[in-house]
Protein backbone atom coordinates (compact mmCIF):
# COMPACT_ATOMS: atom_id res chain seq x y z
CA UNK A 1 0.00 0.00 0.00
CA UNK A 2 1.23 3.35 -0.66
CA UNK A 3 -0.31 7.33 0.09
CA UNK A 4 0.56 9.87 -1.15
CA UNK A 5 -0.70 12.99 0.44
CA UNK A 6 -0.94 16.95 -1.38
CA UNK A 7 -1.95 20.01 -0.59
CA UNK A 8 -0.34 21.83 2.22
CA UNK A 9 1.05 25.40 1.92
CA UNK A 10 0.80 28.85 3.46
CA UNK A 11 -2.46 30.25 4.70
CA UNK A 12 -3.13 32.48 6.99
CA UNK A 13 -5.06 32.56 10.09
CA UNK A 14 -8.82 31.99 9.43
CA UNK A 15 -8.02 30.72 6.26
CA UNK A 16 -9.13 27.29 4.28
CA UNK A 17 -6.92 24.54 2.91
CA UNK A 18 -7.93 21.53 2.02
CA UNK A 19 -5.14 17.93 2.35
CA UNK A 20 -5.50 15.16 -0.37
CA UNK A 21 -4.52 11.91 0.70
CA UNK A 22 -4.17 9.29 -2.56
CA UNK A 23 -4.14 4.93 -1.59
CA UNK A 24 -2.90 2.77 -4.17
CA UNK A 25 -1.56 -0.85 -4.27
CA UNK A 26 -3.25 -3.65 -2.10
CA UNK A 27 -6.50 -2.02 -0.29
CA UNK A 28 -9.79 -3.17 0.73
CA UNK A 29 -12.87 -1.68 1.99
CA UNK A 30 -12.01 -3.08 5.76
CA UNK A 31 -9.60 -0.44 6.50
CA UNK A 32 -9.48 3.18 8.00
CA UNK A 33 -7.68 6.00 7.14
CA UNK A 34 -6.51 9.07 9.09
CA UNK A 35 -4.86 12.30 9.22
CA UNK A 36 -2.15 12.53 12.06
CA UNK A 37 0.20 15.86 12.18
CA UNK A 38 3.06 16.59 14.04
CA UNK A 39 4.12 20.28 15.30
CA UNK A 40 8.10 20.35 15.79
CA UNK A 41 9.03 19.04 19.47
CA UNK A 42 5.89 17.50 19.72
CA UNK A 43 4.74 13.85 18.92
CA UNK A 44 2.91 12.95 16.24
CA UNK A 45 -1.44 13.35 17.15
CA UNK A 46 -4.41 12.44 15.95
CA UNK A 47 -6.58 14.65 13.53
CA UNK A 48 -9.43 12.75 12.28
CA UNK A 49 -10.25 9.58 10.66
CA UNK A 50 -12.66 7.69 8.90
CA UNK A 51 -14.09 4.08 8.06
CA UNK A 52 -13.73 3.16 4.52
CA UNK A 53 -16.60 0.87 4.50
CA UNK A 54 -19.61 2.97 5.79
CA UNK A 55 -17.73 6.53 6.14
CA UNK A 56 -17.97 6.98 10.22
CA UNK A 57 -15.75 9.45 11.06
CA UNK A 58 -13.74 10.92 14.35
CA UNK A 59 -12.33 13.63 15.05
CA UNK A 60 -9.68 15.27 17.55
CA UNK A 61 -11.40 17.65 20.16
CA UNK A 62 -8.51 20.35 19.14
CA UNK A 63 -10.28 20.05 15.42
CA UNK A 64 -13.57 19.66 15.73
CA UNK A 65 -16.53 21.67 13.87
CA UNK A 66 -13.65 23.07 12.06
CA UNK A 67 -11.50 20.31 10.13
CA UNK A 68 -13.85 17.24 8.50
CA UNK A 69 -12.64 14.35 6.81
CA UNK A 70 -14.35 12.71 3.78
CA UNK A 71 -13.48 10.11 0.89
CA UNK A 72 -14.27 9.44 -2.82
CA UNK A 73 -14.36 5.96 -3.07
CA UNK A 74 -14.29 5.83 -6.58
CA UNK A 75 -10.58 7.54 -6.71
CA UNK A 76 -9.02 6.04 -3.20
CA UNK A 77 -9.24 9.59 -1.82
CA UNK A 78 -9.18 10.74 1.65
CA UNK A 79 -9.89 14.61 1.70
CA UNK A 80 -9.10 16.65 5.21
CA UNK A 81 -10.89 19.71 4.71
CA UNK A 82 -9.59 22.60 7.51
CA UNK A 83 -11.50 26.00 7.90
CA UNK A 84 -10.88 28.56 10.33
CA UNK A 85 -7.12 27.80 10.72
CA UNK A 86 -5.05 28.69 13.72
CA UNK A 87 -1.26 29.16 13.87
CA UNK A 88 -2.01 25.95 16.52
CA UNK A 89 -2.30 24.16 13.66
CA UNK A 90 0.88 24.31 11.77
CA UNK A 91 2.66 20.96 11.73
CA UNK A 92 3.46 18.53 8.89
CA UNK A 93 -0.20 16.81 8.16
CA UNK A 94 0.87 12.70 7.57
CA UNK A 95 -2.35 10.40 6.25
CA UNK A 96 -1.83 6.72 7.10
CA UNK A 97 -3.79 3.56 6.89
CA UNK A 98 -5.14 0.72 9.19
CA UNK A 99 -6.22 -2.64 8.29
CA UNK A 100 -10.01 -3.24 9.93
CA UNK A 101 -12.96 -1.34 11.04
CA UNK A 102 -12.11 0.95 13.81
CA UNK A 103 -10.85 4.18 14.15
CA UNK A 104 -7.47 4.32 16.06
CA UNK A 105 -5.85 7.69 17.16
CA UNK A 106 -2.71 6.50 18.18
CA UNK A 107 0.06 6.79 15.59
CA UNK A 108 1.57 3.54 16.72
CA UNK A 109 -1.36 1.31 15.52
CA UNK A 110 -1.91 2.60 11.99
CA UNK A 111 -0.06 0.32 9.34
CA UNK A 112 0.82 2.75 6.27
CA UNK A 113 2.28 5.93 5.94
CA UNK A 114 2.07 8.85 3.77
CA UNK A 115 4.72 11.23 3.18
CA UNK A 116 3.80 14.34 5.19
CA UNK A 117 2.88 17.82 3.37
CA UNK A 118 3.65 21.13 5.42
CA UNK A 119 1.26 23.29 6.59
CA UNK A 120 2.09 26.70 8.06
CA UNK A 121 -0.41 28.85 9.32
CA UNK A 122 0.97 32.44 9.60
CA UNK A 123 0.09 36.50 8.87
Known amino acids: VQLQAFGGGLVQPRGSLRLSCVAS????????MGWFRQAPGKEREFVAG????????GYADSVKGRFTISKVSAKNTVYLQMNSLKPEDTAVYFC?????????????????WGQGTLVTVSS
Open 96 to 112: ALRWGSTIHTTAKQMNY
Open 25 to 32: GRTSNDVT
Open 50 to 57: IRWSGGNT
